[in-house]
Each structure stands twice: as C-alpha cells, then as structure tokens.
C-alpha cells in the first residue's frame, strides 16, 4: 500500500491532498455512522495518519459534531488541512482532560511505517487513550501495530473501529494486531488501479460465491463430482466420518470411502450416502481411483511404513486433482515422493493443507520458523514442489505457485478443536471435484467453511460435527450477498470474538 501511494502521487495521477482529503472525509462517514453522537477527541500525530485524523475532524465539526484536537507529534501536518477553520489544537498536556470529555477518539498517533517499539511521549499518549473511556477510531490502523507483519512490539492502541485507506494491509490480518484492530473498514480514496496487481488478495464470501456459482435445475448426481477419501485407519474412522459428511453437505455428488475393513460398519452407519471401499482389496482400490473426479487422502490414515507405501500407491494411480491433509502430509515428509520431487510429472492438480507442524516437516525447519513468517513458510514449499498450499492458521494462508497468496478474513476461536481439518479437508475434496482449481477450491472452502462455524458452531464448546449440517446454511447464505450495499467499502470485517488469537483449523 505504500508504494501504491507513493507511485499514485509520483505519477501525477492523483494529488496527495486529494488523498488526504478522501481518506479524512471517508474515515469521519464511517465514525459518524457508528457512533452519531457524543463529543470527538483528535489525537493528531506529526504524519499522514495524523493529517487524515485532522481532516476527519474539521469535517465531522463542519457537519455540527463536537470536536477537539490534541497534537500528538512534534509538530502538526500541514495546517492547510484545516482548510481555513479555526479550530484550536492543544498540546499534549491537554489530552487526559480532552478524553475524559471525549465519546470518542480518533487515533491519528503514529503512522504506518512503525517498526519498533513505540518511544515516549507517543507511548504514554497511547496507553492514556486505551485507559479512557471513550471508543477509538483508527486512521489507517491502530498506533503501534506492524502493518506488514502484524507484530505489536510495544504499547499499541486497542481500537474499536479501524477505517483503513485502499486495501487491507497484512498485518492488519495477522496475530496479534488483528486483536487490536476492533471492527475493519476498507474505504475507497481515489487510488489508481495498482500496477503491478499486488500479489496477495483476501479471501471473502462474495468472492466464494462467484466461484461457486448455482448447480444447473437439470442436473445429476454425475454432474456434481465423484470424490474418493482414504483414510481411517481402525480406531480412526471419526476423521473419514467427518470429512465425508462435510463433502456431502457441500454438495459432492457421490463419495466414496477406501479405508480400513474394520471401518465398514461405521462408516456405513454414519455416511449411508457414501461407498464403501476395503483398502485391503487392490483391485477395488484403483477402480475407485480411477472413477474419482478428485482424490482426499489423510484423514485418521494413521503412520507407519504400509500408510507411506498407500499414499505413495495412491499418489501413482490417481490422475485427477488431490487435497492431502493430516498423516497424508506426514507421509509425504517420509517418503521419496514424486509430488515433493517432481509434482509436474504426476499430471494433476494437488493441494496440500498442513498446520505448521506438518508444515515444518514438509519444509525440513522447525515449527518456530513456519510461525514467524507463515506467508513466506507456505510461497516457499508451493515454488519448491509446484503445489498449491493452504497453511493453516490465523489468518489461514493460500500459496499458489509462482507467488501468489490468498488470505482469509474470517476468524473465530471455534477452530481450536479437534476434527476441523477434516471437515475442511472433505470441504476442498468436493470442490476440487467440481472442476475448481486448487487454489480456487481452497478459497472457497475457507470462506463457506468460516461462515458455517461462525454461524453454526459456539466458540467454547462448538464441536467439529457441528460443522458438516452448517455448511448447508452458510452456502444459502452466499446468494443473500449484495455486492455494493455499502459503496466504497472493498471489505468490511467485524472485530474478533474475545479479541484474543484464534487458531484455524487443526
């Protein structure tokens, strides 16, 4: 975003004035909206931030509201920005009492180039306005947050609302700043489109939906997808249980489960619509392989060197797209495999979806490494094998081949319990069985999959066999959506539950 603002005012497409006028303007409409009354603070630091929080502030006084302003930098923005009102700014001694008569702050402290701990005064100034009773409003993002790498490294500012300027930055995504974000607003302020287009996007429910699109009112269970899932070994049929029921929910047309013979009765109890499939009989084995439109192994597979010598047999016999999650990962990271090797001669498309331990074994690192810079964790193995890579997490990370990355937006502390990646893993396996690429296929599942625990599963508590019946509802929910009901707004998040850090699926 700083070189799409640089490159904007540089070019001449747009003035810098302009910007800051638009990005002022904008984050005063979304502060006026959310809270319509009450006397407003500005907390003005020396940079843009703080010129944006001046201008929200004279337009908000323009419009009749109650306005302070309290310079929080050695110096004010250029007071052209006042646009000619006269409109006193204190000094920072003046700041507890401006907040204490305050409904609401608007944080214009620091700006977006922080990297380190902020220093005194900006330090006090911050953790007096996280004291106050008065909501905070953040302009561009909060004070003292990384906007590149989402790291708080000192006194921050706790924001009920964050109006940012453009497009979401990472680090306003990512652990711990997205705790410190409150609700996210993404407002349109005049940029140009940005060339290069930047190499990572958000992943989102509008988006989910135009890749899911409807099924055709003539169609037949052969049109909805053939989906084979290996896994389960005995004692671990739960995990074949759960990823079958979330692929049928998801709209699969036919499933079919290749797991252990002791498996049968259950699976057939608790999946009546699925198949079953003795992993024992060879035979069986690769005529279901070869009728699967897309092939999910890992759930509950279980180790050892006969479940590497399966995958490795199954990874040989299919020719159709694969998701591999759980101990199919791990059976990846011991073998010779030819996907780690040479994915390009397996003829197919492959998803791998590890948490960062199976991340870690994959890359041949340590899980410390994998979590201090997921995104660059999951670009490196999907460059190195030519794979698509959903590294899980919060947010969870999508890494295409060549560079590309996806981000998801939805969170929720409901993920922290066992059996979700399953539900996600039979959610990816139905639709890579439609036809969806992997990435596309991981996009969407992450979105429908988010807004059916969101919707349907309590966070304490919630169980991952809650997931498979919402998934139903959350995709109904994807033809509510209006694309533009709130024009200007490219992406519009609420703030996390609890405000603590949320795990993604297991």
Same mark, same amino acid.
């Given at each position: 975003?700083? @070189?799409?603002?640089?490159?904007? *005012? ?13 990005? !002022? ?10 809270? +319509? ?48 009102? #006269?409109?006193? *700014? ?10 204490? =008569?305050?409904?609401? =702050?608007? &944080? ?33 993002? +909060? ?33 711990? %700043? ?9 407002? @349109? ?8 287009? $930047? !190499? ?8 989910? %939906?135009? /890749? ?52 049968? &009765? ?11 499939? #003795? ?44 998701? *591999? ?17 040479? $994915? ?25 490494? *994998? ?9 490196? /193995? ?57 990435? &596309? ?37 994807? =033809? ?27």
């Amino acid at each position: 975003m700083a @070189e799409i603002d640089r490159v904007a *005012v540089e070019s001449g497409a747009i003035p810098e004035r302009v910007l800051i006028e638009n990005a !002022g303007r904008a984050l005063a409409r979304h502060l006026h909206e959310k809270y +319509p009354s009450g006397r407003i603070v500005v907390l003005a630091g020396s940079g843009h931030n703080g010129a944006d929080a001046l201008v929200a502030g004279r337009t908000l006084a323009a419009w009749g509201r109650s306005v302070g302003f309290v310079q929080c930098g050695s110096r004010l923005p250029a007071p052209r920005v006042l646009a000619g009102w #006269d409109l006193p *700014v204190q000094p920072a001694e003046a700041l507890e009492h401006e907040l204490a =008569a305050a409904t609401v =702050a608007i &944080d214009g402290i620091l700006g977006t180039g922080l990297q380190t701990v902020p220093r005194a005064p900006q330090a006090r100034i911050i953790e007096c306005a996280n004291a106050a009773q008065a909501a905070v409003v953040a302009a561009d993002g +909060p004070s003292g947050v990384d906007f590149t790498t989402g790291g708080v490294p000192g006194a921050a500012i706790r924001a009920d609302l964050t109006v940012t300027f453009g497009w979401p930055k990472i680090g306003l995504l990512r652990f711990p %700043a997205r705790a410190q974000v409150g609700d996210l607003v993404c407002v @349109e302020i005049g940029f140009p489109p940005p060339d290069p287009v $930047p !190499g990572t996007r958000a992943v989102t429910a509008s988006w989910a %939906a135009e /890749l899911l699109g409807g099924r055709p009112p003539a169609g037949h269970k052969g049109d909805a997808g053939y989906l084979a899932i290996v896994g389960g070994e005995p004692g671990m049929a739960g995990a074949v249980v759960l990823a079958a029921r979330a692929a049928v929910r998801s709209g699969i047309g036919i499933v079919r489960l290749v797991s252990a013979p002791e498996n049968r &009765d259950i699976l057939q109890t608790s999946v009546p619509e699925a198949v079953f499939v #003795d992993w024992t009989d060879a035979e069986a084995v690769e005529a279901t392989l070869g009728w699967a439109d897309a092939v999910a192994i890992g759930p509950g597979l279980g180790t050892g060197s006969a479940r590497v010598a399966l995958v490795e047999r199954v990874l040989a016999a299919a020719t159709v797209p694969l998701v *591999v999650d759980a101990d199919g990962l791990n059976a990846l990271a011991a073998s010779a495999s030819v996907v780690l090797r040479d $994915p390009a001669a397996s003829g197919r498309p492959i998803l791998l979806t590890p948490h960062p331990g199976e991340m870690a074994r994959l890359l041949g690192s340590s899980v410390a490494e *994998v979590r201090e810079d997921p995104p660059a964790a999951a670009r490196r /193995l999907a460059d190195a094998a030519s794979v698509t890579v959903l590294l899980k997490g919060a947010p969870t990370w999508v890494a295409r081949p060549g560079g590309e990355l996806r981000a998801t937006t939805l969170v929720s502390s409901a993920f922290a319990s066992g059996g979700m990646g399953d539900v996600l893993t039979g959610v990816c396996g139905a639709y890579l069985g439609v036809g969806l690429a992997p990435a &596309d296929a991981a996009t969407a599942a992450l979105a429908v999959t988010a807004l059916a625990v969101l919707r349907g599963v309590d966070e304490v508590g919630g169980s991952a066999a809650d997931v498979p019946e919402a998934l139903v509802e959350a995709r109904r929910a994807l =033809a509510t959506l209006r694309p533009g009901a709130w024009p200007g707004v490219p992406l519009a998040l609420p703030a996390v539950p609890g405000r603590g850090p949320a795990e993604g699926p297991d």
